[in-house]
């Protein structure tokens, strides 16, 4: 038999998920990937580490720094799939709360049915692009 969960339950949840995204906002906001120590705890990218290629994701712990630091271009140049991503996000979250607060308002971009074949061609599409040691092409490259 399923159980209800009580809704306070869930904002608890919410609540106890901010606090580690907090702390880890923050070691992103005073730690610089690009230019981390020994002891840091920066991952390297294994795709980029076994194959040499940069994923869609190579560039994006840079980007996230720049972005707390109100550097948008800098972060475009790092990773600009990460920030079209982080664009479709707050979308998200503003589709939710206008649907919570304000039904009459309610509009989802990412609830069309097209919406997740194009973002997945995006996706692929950057990664092949990011990839080609082409002029126009290697200003995607982290």
Same mark, same amino acid.
């Given at each position: 038999m399923a159980t209800k969960i009580k809704k306070e339950y869930v904002t608890y949840g919410y609540l106890l998920l901010g606090i580690p995204v907090f702390f880890l906002l923050r070691y992103y906001y005073i730690n610089d990937p690009a230019i981390s120590q020994?002891?840091? %705890?920066?991952a390297v990218c294994p795709f980029h580490y076994i194959t040499g290629l940069h994923c869609p994701g190579c560039g994006s712990q840079r980007a996230i720094h720049d972005l707390l630091h109100i550097r948008i271009l800098e972060a475009i140049k790092h990773n600009s799939m /990460? %920030? /079209?991503v982080l664009f479709i996000l707050g979308n998200k979250g503003y589709a939710w709360v206008t649907k919570r607060y304000l039904p009459n308002y309610y509009y989802d971009l990412n609830s069309k049915p097209w919406f997740t074949y194009a973002i997945v061609g995006l996706v692929i599409g950057f990664w092949v692009l990011r990839n080609i040691p082409v002029h126009p092409f290697t200003h995607l490259a982290p």
């Amino acid at each position: 038999m399923a159980t209800k969960i009580k809704k306070e339950y869930v904002t608890y949840g919410y609540l106890l998920l901010g606090i580690p995204v907090f702390f880890l906002l923050r070691y992103y906001y005073i730690n610089d990937p690009a230019i981390s120590q020994e002891g840091t %705890v920066f991952a390297v990218c294994p795709f980029h580490y076994i194959t040499g290629l940069h994923c869609p994701g190579c560039g994006s712990q840079r980007a996230i720094h720049d972005l707390l630091h109100i550097r948008i271009l800098e972060a475009i140049k790092h990773n600009s799939m /990460l %920030v /079209l991503v982080l664009f479709i996000l707050g979308n998200k979250g503003y589709a939710w709360v206008t649907k919570r607060y304000l039904p009459n308002y309610y509009y989802d971009l990412n609830s069309k049915p097209w919406f997740t074949y194009a973002i997945v061609g995006l996706v692929i599409g950057f990664w092949v692009l990011r990839n080609i040691p082409v002029h126009p092409f290697t200003h995607l490259a982290p």
